[in-house]
């Protein structure tokens, strides 16, 4: 059966360091997702992308973060200069088609560490 | 802003027990109310998607209804097993946007 893979499963990082998370969707999905996880709390969603832009970003996702398809099969998302703050469990999320039927399939997330 | 609410934060019961999970959400625009189960340390294996159309979803020994204008979604598990132990999630999917706005989850522990 077809699924969401992440990479790394954990990333350890200075504060103010760069990191990069990357994600592989299922293939034929169209809309991909970040959602990150701070431990102890809910899930919450950072932000969407379809058709090569985002569609749209919650106000976590300010300008140190960033995402891009490079290429056909990986999503990443960039984080320019981490904070403490930013630990947490990162998941990816893709889904088929429009909003309105499409279930969203989740990785198994990258724990970041931010030290 | 929509806020996703779950009771109960947690629960306990004897194996073979059924037992049923509550959700609410405050505003009703939405396209999707979506269930999800998280182990420990995990990644979220989706459940049950029920569409704002349909009333009812079911997959096995699951079953999830959605009741759109009164803001409440129920997952009822049936013949619970030990493997059912997890963190529970429900999540609605926006109509305005397809984001998905979760709830803090319900601890599941099935005593065998």
């Known amino acids: 059966e077809p699924e969401v893979t992440q990479t790394p499963s954990h990333q350890v990082t200075q504060m103010g360091q760069e990191v990069i998370l990357r994600c592989v969707p299922i293939?034929?999905?169209?809309?991909f997702y970040w959602y990150r996880q701070i431990l102890g709390q809910k899930v919450e969603f950072l932000v969407s992308?379809?058709?090569?832009?985002?569609?749209?970003k919650s106000e976590i996702f300010d300008d140190q973060f960033s995402v891009e398809r490079p290429d056909g099969s990986n999503f990443t998302l960039k984080i320019r200069s981490t904070k403490l703050e930013d630990s947490a469990m990162y998941f990816c999320?893709?889904?088929?088609?429009?909003?309105?039927?499409?279930?969203?399939?989740f990785g198994p997330g990258t724990r970041l560490t931010v030290t | 802003k929509q806020e996703v609410t779950q009771i109960p934060a947690a629960l306990s019961v004897p194996e073979g027990e059924n037992l049923v999970l509550n959700c609410s959400f405050t505003?009703?625009?939405?396209?999707?109310l979506q269930w999800f189960r998280q182990d420990p340390g995990k990644g979220l294996t989706s459940l049950l998607l029920?569409?704002?159309?349909?009333r009812e979803q079911t997959s096995g020994r699951l079953n999830a209804s959605l009741d759109k204008s009164s803001g409440r979604s129920t997952l009822y598990i049936a013949a619970s097993q030990p493997g059912d132990s997890a963190t529970y999630l429900c999540?609605?999917?926006?109509?305005?946007?397809?984001?998905?706005?979760f709830g803090a989850g319900t601890i599941l522990r099935v005593k065998s």
């Open positions: 505003d009703s625009a939405i396209y999707n």
């Open positions: 999540a609605a999917e926006m109509e305005y946007g397809n984001k998905l706005v």
């Open positions: 029920i569409q704002s159309s349909q």
């Open positions: 293939s034929n999905h169209l809309y």
């Open positions: 992308f379809y058709n090569n832009e985002i569609s749209e």
């Open positions: 999320a893709s889904a088929q088609g429009l909003a309105g039927g499409n279930e969203q399939y």
